[in-house]
């Protein structure tokens, strides 16, 4: 496998870490708001491995707000501070950091008001991902690489590179990113380095069966009987469009006492349907006026540039998401247009 690190960042990682100074010094690593299981599955191997380097340090993980409960068994991912709704014990941790490892975002702004705080401090940063296009002058070390599947993947070729001694805990994390990425690894996944990655992931003695049936066999009887409800009332299938959409409000959130991540994955199913090309799925945010978007599509039809284009957001050629500010009918109508202008994509055998 090339090596992913070029000898300048190398250097440079080494330069940031370990922090000197007779300290080992804090640590904060941070995640993107609404974290996900490649977002939690970086930050808390990362947190390990880094850990076991520089036993002296003072390491936290931080993400902006919580992470849904499917998430919660990884290892480590008991540890990680949540700032929104704890900002004042939190953000003192954030501007004490002597260093800040960003995980699995390329904007400052996916951290919503974390980011702020990052943004105003003089902390010397790195940035791991592999979202396109990363905001200009994020970080000191930049470590973006859209190519790869998943942050876990990046990181695990940095750690690799770097000590290739990876724990049973921190190989598990990893797969986790890597699998929940890719959907069990049916997109974005074609590349045979995944495959040799996760082999080395089963020599640490990683159990994938068990992390798959924790991530996707974890349904509530509630979850299940949502999961039926949208796809048998709310489903909309625009035919010509090859295009289905979903919605989700929050009364219906009250009505199936439906928790936070419940409604994990439920943009995929409808791709399951012959012809489908284009999934939206469309969610009240619990905190805020505005709807959250979340689009997957199947072959070439680039949903980063749709969500870059009517939604404020971006990610990946088949998953990204984005943010309406405003209300369901309003993010609906901008579904609408955004078909509209993508149709001869969407039209084409
Ligand atoms: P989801 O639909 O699961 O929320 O997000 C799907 C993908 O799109 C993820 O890889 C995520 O990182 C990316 N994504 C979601 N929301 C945004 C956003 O607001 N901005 C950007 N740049 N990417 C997003
Ligand atoms: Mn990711």
């Known amino acids: 496998m090339t090596p992913i690190l070029t000898e300048q960042q190398r250097a440079l990682w080494h330069q940031l870490l370990p922090l000197g100074g007779g300290r080992e010094g804090a640590i904060v690593i941070t995640c993107h708001r609404g974290p996900d299981g490649d977002a939690v599955g970086s930050a808390t191997a990362l947190a390990s491995w880094l850990r076991r380097h520089h036993p002296e340090a003072d390491i936290h993980i931080v993400a902006p707000n919580i992470f849904p409960d499917f998430l919660k068994w990884i290892p480590g991912a008991e540890d990680i501070l949540i700032y929104e709704g704890h900002e004042d014990e939190v953000r003192p941790i954030v501007e004490a950091a002597d260093l800040v490892i960003m995980c699995d975002h390329g904007e400052l702004k996916r951290m919503w008001t974390l980011g702020d705080i990052v943004r105003d401090h003089p902390t010397p940063r790195i ?74 992931l089963l020599s640490c003695g990683i159990d994938k069966d068990k992390i798959y049936r924790n991530i996707f066999f974890t349904y509530s009887p509630n979850r299940m009987k949502l999961m039926g409800y949208l796809l048998y009332v709310k489903l909309d299938v625009w035919k010509k469009a090859h295009t289905s959409v979903m919605t989700f409000t929050n009364a219906e959130r009250r009505r199936f006492g439906a928790l936070n991540g419940d409604t994990e994955g439920f943009v995929n199913m409808p791709l399951q349907i012959l012809g489908m090309k284009l999934s939206v799925f469309l969610r009240e945010d619990t905190e805020h006026p505005c709807i959250r978007v979340s689009l997957r599509s199947v072959d070439d039809f680039p949903c980063n540039e749709m969500a870059a284009e009517f939604f404020g957001g971006g990610g990946h050629k088949n998953a990204a998401g984005g943010e309406v500010w405003g209300t369901m009918d309003d993010a609906l109508a901008l579904v609408k247009k955004a078909v509209q202008k993508y149709m001869p994509l969407l039209k084409a055998e």
């Open 127 to 200: 940035m791991i991902d592999h979202h396109l296009d990363p905001e200009p002058d994020i970080a000191d070390l930049v470590i973006s690489h859209p190519e790869l599947s998943s942050t876990c993947e990046v990181l695990l070729r940095v750690m690799l590179e770097l000590d290739s001694n990876i724990t049973r805990s921190e190989a598990t994390s990893l797969y986790t990113g890597m699998m929940t990425d890719t959907g069990a690894f049916t997109y974005a996944s074609n590349r045979p380095e995944i495959f040799e990655l996760i082999s080395i």
